[in-house]
């Protein structure tokens, strides 16, 4: 249908995961057309925009009626970010829309390229209105929960607009299919650098925080996050061990396993000798094994040399003889280098998105991940498609961004105090994080895959989707689906 023009305000859709980004000066579209297939146990997005010819206050509301969905609003901020991914400071910052809040207040954009953040930070549990100057663009991310009990059909959504004591409504309608999706053959992680235990800084967390990052996390495809606690620690005593048991049933109540765990924690620190660190460390396996925990996964030095990497091998053989699996982030220049540690690991993360994953996977039988660092520059299309069907067309058996929250410089909320910016999915608030539309792209990366490994197990080809608009991929993958029966 045309877009809505009601009360001086006009109302159209725009592709939820883009890589054109709605801005305050992005003139109005002319459609409306709100539509999605989901599948059961799949949040499909959608969102649209409205813009004003008048100063206004905007209220918005949803409205399920008989549907079997859940939906919901959030606004979709712009703010102040760094323009280059180092030398951040060095450059001024551009307008970039990030930030999904339901208080459109929390965060105030400035004339002088700097963002205001209300302290605390605490977004609202419900919508609040927006007041919306005269001929701003401002983008809705409309949010469609499908159940597990869901009936394959139509459901209709009604979203009403109040725009002082008027209102209009429009619809939005997910038609739900009838198969479920198939696992993704990908593992999605992401490094957690949060912390319950250990130093009183940025990276240390209450419960209530911890759990709803790990929950956030959970609800974004992401099942196995590299967790940042000290493991060297959490075992050697009663009050260690009690310690490990509340982080563990942690993830497990937000619905995270843990019989596979990938921590950071590593044996290259510290006095011990090797015997020593190998009887301390099947120690603790030992310990996490009572606790549900079966295999786990051990970082490395990070983004080693070459010369590094073989200077390290007696101490990656440790960590098999101790019953520890290794893991090893490589940088692009040094990814096919890492091929000297190919016996004695067991996961390689290559931030190479040209690697070859055949040597791993036929000589070294290890498995192989994708990582990049997450700042702006990387539109919201590009976290689908690199962590998604790229990644599965390569042979990937892992993905890891880099990373939840690091923060570089005095604050998390200046994106330009440093060389580096900030690598954020989910910036830290009171009773949960503020999600990105990055983190949106990962979980529509990890979603695409889980399409085409159903499209696969009922005999189907996966479209072609380089330089493919992702949306019509996907809708592509469902035709194939169906057409098979």
């Known amino acids: 249908m045309n877009a809505i023009t009601q009360y001086g305000l006009t109302v159209w859709s725009t592709q939820p995961i883009s890589d054109r980004a709605v801005l305050p000066d992005t003139p109005p579209g002319t459609t409306l057309n709100l539509y999605a297939q989901a599948c059961r146990g799949q949040t499909v997005p959608l969102s649209f925009c409205i813009r004003s010819s008048e100063p206004c206050t905007v209220k918005l509301s949803v409205d399920e009626g008989e549907s079997d969905v859940t939906a919901w609003l959030r606004w979709l901020i712009p703010w102040w970010q760094s323009e280059k991914p180092w030398h951040a400071s060095e450059y001024p910052p551009v307008l970039v829309p990030e930030l999904l809040v339901n208080d459109p207040t929390l965060v105030r954009v400035l004339p002088d390229k700097t963002n205001e953040v209300r302290q605390p930070v605490l977004d609202t549990v419900d919508l609040e209105p927006i007041d919306l100057p005269a001929n701003v663009t401002q983008q809705v991310w409309v949010s469609v929960n499908v159940p597990l009990y869901c009936r394959s059909k139509r459901n209709p959504i009604t979203i009403t607009v109040t725009v002082g004591k008027e209102a209009f409504a429009f619809r939005a309608v997910v038609d739900v299919m009838p198969f479920d999706l198939a696992p993704s053959p990908i593992t999605s992680s992401v490094y957690y650098l949060g ?117 390290h091998i007696p101490r990656y053989k440790a960590m098999r003889d101790a019953g520890l699996k290794a893991f090893v982030a490589v940088s692009q220049r040094d990814a096919a280098a890492a091929q000297v540690l190919g016996n004695y690991l067991d996961l390689v993360l290559t931030a190479n998105p040209d690697a070859d994953t055949h040597p791993w996977h036929d000589t070294y039988f290890v498995k192989i991940g994708r990582y990049d660092a997450v700042y702006w ?35 998390i909320w200046n994106d330009v105090d440093h060389y580096y910016p900030d690598h954020v999915l989910g910036y830290p608030a009171g009773h949960g994080p503020l999600e990105t539309i990055w983190l949106k792209g990962i979980y529509e990366a990890s979603i695409d895959c889980q399409y085409a490994a159903t499209l696969k197990a009922v005999g189907g080809e996966v479209p072609e989707h380089a330089g493919k608009n992702l949306d019509d991929v996907r809708a592509e993958m469902i035709r194939r689906i169906l057409a098979k029966g």
């Open 195 to 311: 912390r319950l235990y250990g130093p009183k800084d940025e990276q240390l967390k209450t419960e209530e925080q911890y759990a709803a990052d790990l929950c956030s996390m959970r609800n974004h495809g992401i099942t196995a996050p590299v967790c940042h606690e000290d493991f060297n620690v959490l075992y050697r005593n009663p009050a260690e061990i009690a310690r490990l048991k509340k982080l563990l049933g942690i993830w497990r109540e937000v619905g995270l396993k843990t019989e596979t765990m990938y921590i950071i924690a590593s044996p290259f620190s510290g006095p011990n000798t090797v015997p020593r660190w190998i009887e301390q460390t099947r120690q603790m396996l030992a310990v996490l094994s009572d606790n549900g925990v079966k295999e786990v996964y051990a970082y490395g030095p990070d983004e080693p040399t070459a010369e590094q990497m073989r200077a």
């Open 377 to 411: 520059i990387q539109p919201d299309q590009h976290f689908r498609q690199f962590y998604g069907l790229d990644a599965l067309a390569s042979g990937y058996d892992v993905v890891c961004p880099f990373a939840w929250e690091q923060q570089f410089g005095e604050s």
